[in-house]
């Protein structure tokens, strides 16, 4: 491993490990949407293989959105809920289809709730900087 890659893995285990929960979600939507922009350029580059590796990954973050729910907040959780659930299906059709505009209206979806979790995020932090 070269030294920029070293380096550059202590500084994501680093920001992953000192983020706030609402921060991780962030990045996690992150990873998703990079994914999926990889996957459905790959599949419109005609390579269905490398397409098909990257929406895994997404689908795999996707899990992990779904999965870290607190179902606490009720409808909040279901409704974001359906919304990962919609997401996969979407991914499914878009894999058999061979259809990349399936997957960019995933990614939007997915930029659109980021957004919200950045404004969550930066709130979270203002009223932790105010209480402190």
């Known amino acids: 491993m070269n ?21 991780l979600v962030v990045m996690l939507y992150d990873g998703a949407i990079r994914f999926l922009r990889q996957s459905a350029e790959f599949m419109r580059a005609g390579d269905r293989e490398q397409s098909r590796n990257r929406m895994r990954r997404a689908e795999q973050v996707i899990d992990e959105l779904n999965y870290s729910l ?21 991914l499914v059709r878009a894999n058999i289809d061979g ?21 969550i995020a930066e709130r979270a932090e203002a009223a932790e900087a105010h209480a402190a």
């Open 99 to 119: 259809d990349p505009n399936r997957i960019d209206g995933v990614s939007r979806m997915l930029a659109d709730l980021r957004e919200s979790w950045v404004t």
């Open 3 to 23: 030294p920029y890659a070293t380096a550059k893995q202590a500084y994501t285990e680093s920001s992953v490990m000192t983020a706030s929960p609402e921060q």
């Open 70 to 90: 607190d179902t606490s907040h009720g409808e909040v959780a279901q409704n974001l809920r359906m919304i990962y659930l919609f997401s996969k299906r979407q």
